[in-house]
């Protein structure tokens, strides 16, 4: 029972050029998160999906875009990366009961 | 609306004294409270959660908090610190009966050190 997992865990780009990150949960939940963590800020909702099939936009969208593949995965695309998408990302998934979020490791993307 | 508010962005504590991390929340309904902790490049791990089941939460590693509602509080405390609880540490609200639409809102996080 690996949780959920991440891919990359590191990655640098170039500005203007795109990238997919991946995740994955085997624990069977059907809302899943993506939120970028950048210093003093705690961390902000960039997209989320509440079940297979549908996605929705949080705090901090713009410069994103989301699939939601299947009940297990859910990416998150830059389609031409800025600097000020340098962060750490972070993707959870959570419990039907009281909305507990279970987190990947994490993603650390640096935009140059 | 929910907001959390964590006072203090960093604190700095003596290796076995108290540990005490301010969360206040804002929520129209009746919230369900989160601690989680964060370890240096690491993802986020709850620490303990209420649930309205019981006011005083114990979690993990030792850390307790309690929820008061005439406060709107639910710090978290560890009554002897370990060099091992330097982190960061967020709270976070959702609401009760929440819906798929509902979202978690997180503090901006305090990060906890331990002197020698």
């Known amino acids: 029972n690996a949780g959920v997992t991440q891919t990359p865990k590191f990655q640098v780009l170039k500005t203007g050029q795109s990238m997919t990150l991946q995740c994955a949960q085997d624990m069977n939940h059907n809302s899943m998160y993506w939120y970028r963590q950048d210093p003093g800020m705690g961390l902000r909702l960039i997209y989320y999906s509440a079940s297979e099939g549908t996605t929705d936009k949080g705090e901090v969208p713009n410069g994103y875009n989301v699939s939601r593949l299947n009940k297990r995965e859910f990416s998150l695309r830059l389609e031409s990366a800025a600097p000020s998408q340098t962060s750490v990302y972070f993707c959870a998934s959570s419990t039907p009961a009281y909305n507990e979020q279970f987190f990947g490791p994490g993603t650390r993307l640096t935009v140059l | 609306a929910q907001s959390v508010t964590q006072l203090g962005s960093h604190v700095s504590v003596s290796e076995g004294a108290l540990v005490l991390l301010r969360c206040n929340y804002s929520?129209?309904?009746?919230?369900?409270l989160f601690w989680y902790v964060q370890y240096p490049n690491q993802g986020l791990q709850l620490l303990l959660k209420y649930t309205s089941a019981a006011t005083l939460v114990k979690g993990i590693n030792g850390f307790e908090a309690e929820f008061k509602k005439s406060e709107t509080s639910f710090h978290l405390t560890k009554p002897s610190a370990h060099m091992s609880d330097a982190a960061e540490y967020f709270c976070a609200v959702t609401p009760q009966g929440y819906s798929s639409a509902s979202k978690i809102i997180f503090g901006s996080g305090t990060r906890l050190s331990i002197r020698p």
């Open positions: 929520s129209s309904v009746p919230p369900y």
